[in-house]
């Protein structure tokens, strides 16, 4: 069974441009999640989706935004892009909604340089 | 809100020795899911060991074993036998078990080097 993948896994970009990454969970999950992870913050909750709704949403600002399919795979989009914004972004499935196990399964991640 | 927090940045442990990773959280809830995920260098994130709180016996998983104290708030890792695959960033994470959790809460982490 295929896992959790992410693209890409590695970019680089400018101040002010736009990313956009990609996930695609395991088949038969519903939700996917995204994180993001930095040395000083840890990781920090991005949103949920499921089923194609946003269930809920981390205290990012609204240049984060994000979306998911009906095939389930998801997508996550940065604008005008900042030098905080590197990280390590990392996109989990579950096959419940993640409150009722919390199980989740992590892809590889997308590491991000805005430079 | 929920907080969790690993008090050990990091930690070391010779090969074959048993090692204990620290985990405390805070939370009003009453039922909820608390995780142990390992995170080795340059590699995904996996799951080693889950605990619900309603349930007053420890989880184990081979050499794996969490040592849940509810009242306390505390829960914590025991790795037993430690190999080098065992080197790895570990995290604490919480998620209620209501209707309105989304999200895992996670600790800053313990880096875990495993010494030959």
């Known amino acids: 069974k295929a896992g959790v993948t992410q693209t890409p896994r590695y970019l680089i970009k400018t101040r002010g441009q736009q990313v956009t990454l990609s996930c695609s969970p395991i088949?038969?999950?519903?939700?996917v999640s995204w994180y993001q992870q930095t040395p000083g913050q840890g990781l920090q909750f991005l949103f949920e989706?499921?089923?194609?709704?946003?269930?809920n949403k981390g205290n990012f600002p609204g240049r984060f935004s994000g979306r998911q399919f009906s095939n389930s795979r998801s997508e996550m989009n940065v604008s005008t892009l900042e030098l905080g914004d590197s990280a390590l972004y990392l996109c989990a499935s579950s096959l419940l909604p993640a409150g009722n196990t919390g199980e989740l399964f992590f892809g590889e991640g997308s590491r991000l340089t805005v430079l | 809100a929920q907080t969790v927090t690993q008090s050990q940045p990091e930690m070391s442990v010779q090969e074959a020795e048993t090692v204990t990773l620290s985990c405390t959280y805070d939370t009003s809830e009453s039922n909820y899911y608390l995780f142990w995920y390992k995170q080795p260098p340059s590699r995904q994130m996996i799951l080693v060991i889950r605990?619900?709180?309603?349930?007053?016996q420890n989880a184990t998983e081979n050499r794996f074993s969490v040592n849940f104290q509810k009242a306390a708030k505390s829960f914590s890792l025991k790795i037993s036998d430690s190999q080098l695959g065992d080197t790895a960033m570990y995290f604490c994470a919480f998620t209620g078990a209501g209707a309105g959790s989304y999200q895992l809460t996670f600790g800053k982490g313990t880096k875990l080097s495993v010494i030959p």
């Open positions: 989706y499921f089923s194609e709704t946003q269930r």
């Open positions: 605990q619900e709180a309603y349930k007053q």
């Open positions: 088949s038969g999950h519903r939700s």
